[in-house]
């Protein structure tokens, strides 16, 4: 009986033998597998060598251990192809009859680091491109919609409109409350602080007044809104994909725009800046309480002066603010909604997609809105 471990041992080696008829016979002895051809360096040129010459001749008969691994080097060494008169054992043909019948998959070039890099800009430059052509059809699909309700006041959806708005702005009134009135703590403290410094206690009024009402009122709302209404409406539509109730509505021929995307745009463009007034008012609120406490400004004086110190084009300013975030928070939230393919996983990411697009979209507004009106609405 042969000894296993002992074959496996042997090193393999290679011969190249002249037969009687003058043809060279290159013969295969010793174990041939993994661990022994990766330190066998020469012994693989040599195959290479050798196996360039189609006309010599192969011995593997005197291989006593032969695996997957070795018979796949010598397999593409001969080119993919069996030598002509190649002699082995039986159990040994069946490793070279697999990679016959099996496709060998090419390895593929590792690009740089630089292409990588070019390529990945290049995915998202494309995506946000596509993106943005698909807000621009989308909002021409709802003017189409506007002009076309003008012509037939019928056809509004008021039901639509009506429950929007009493979902993104009645049950909004209590957060929006809450972080308006301790926005308004804080602000007042912390300004209370510095003004004390400056013996400059009563500019808090001013402070307070234009921050919260030209800025942090809206913005605060437009975020509360886009976190809490905005993921409710994209995931309302991605749950209207999954269970296929577009592709019903679809088939019964009543518009998607129509129905869904006009009346969450519109209901979110009214009740925004009513959002953003309420806010506002617990924000100044919140800072008359706080400059009551550490400054001693009663709520008179506070009452009195603050339209002296805050001009009404602030209010409108920050009304019209508020209008363009409903309307881009509506658009956008629908736009991710009508992304969501028909799984589970599509939604949960195009929900978070929206909810992060329109709070920097809402950022970025604000800041174009604060270089537009630089030197409007100032006392």
């Not at 003058?22 to 051809?37: A, D, E, M, Q, Y």
């Not at 291989?63 to 039986?90: C, F, H, N």
Request: charged letters at 15%.
């Amino acid at each position: 009986m042969t000894d296993t471990s002992t074959n496996q041992d042997i090193p393999p080696a290679l011969e190249a033998v002249e037969q009687n008829d003058g043809k060279l016979c290159v013969k295969l002895t010793g174990s041939w597998n993994l661990r022994r051809l990766v330190t066998a360096t020469e012994l693989n040129r040599k195959i290479s060598s050798y196996a360039a010459n189609k006309n010599i001749q192969w011995d593997l008969s005197s291989i006593e251990v032969l695996d997957s691994a070795s018979a796949l080097v010598l397999w593409k060494a001969w080119g993919k192809t069996i030598p002509v008169a190649l002699q082995m054992k039986p159990e040994h043909q069946r490793l070279f009859e697999r990679w016959q019948t099996q496709e060998i998959p090419e390895s593929e070039p590792v690009s740089s680091n630089s292409s990588l890099i070019i390529k990945y800009g290049y995915q998202l430059f494309a995506s946000f491109w596509g993106q943005l052509l698909q807000l621009v059809t989308l909002l021409g699909q709802l003017v189409l919609d506007i002009g076309y309700l003008l012509l037939h006041p019928g056809d509004i959806p008021w039901s639509e409109i009506s429950i929007t708005i009493y979902e993104s702005g009645v049950r909004a009134l209590g957060i929006t409350a809450l972080v308006g009135f301790l926005i308004g703590i804080v602000l007042s403290y912390l300004s209370a602080l510095q003004l004390k410094i400056f013996g400059a206690e009563i500019y808090i009024i001013d402070i307070l007044g234009l921050s919260v009402i030209r800025e942090l009122g809206p913005l605060l709302a437009a975020i509360l809104v886009a976190g809490r209404s905005g993921s409710a409406m994209t995931a309302q539509i991605g749950i209207m994909r999954v269970t296929e109730e577009l592709d019903a509505l679809s088939a019964m021929g009543i518009s998607h725009s129509l129905r869904l995307i006009l009346p969450k745009v519109m209901a979110l463009t009214v009740v925004l800046p009513l959002i953003g007034v309420w806010t506002s008012s617990l924000a100044l609120i919140g800072g008359m309480v706080s400059a009551q406490n550490t400054l001693d400004i009663s709520y008179q004086q506070f009452f009195l002066k603050l339209p002296d110190v805050v001009p009404l084009t602030n209010v409108f300013i920050g009304l019209g603010k508020s209008a363009v975030f409903g309307l881009m928070i509506a658009l956008i939230a629908c736009h991710f909604g009508f992304r969501i393919k028909p799984n589970t996983e599509s939604l949960g990411n195009e929900t978070t997609n929206s909810v992060v697009a329109a709070i920097t979209v809402v950022i970025m507004v604000d800041a174009v809105f604060a270089i537009l009106f630089m030197n409007v609405g100032m006392p």
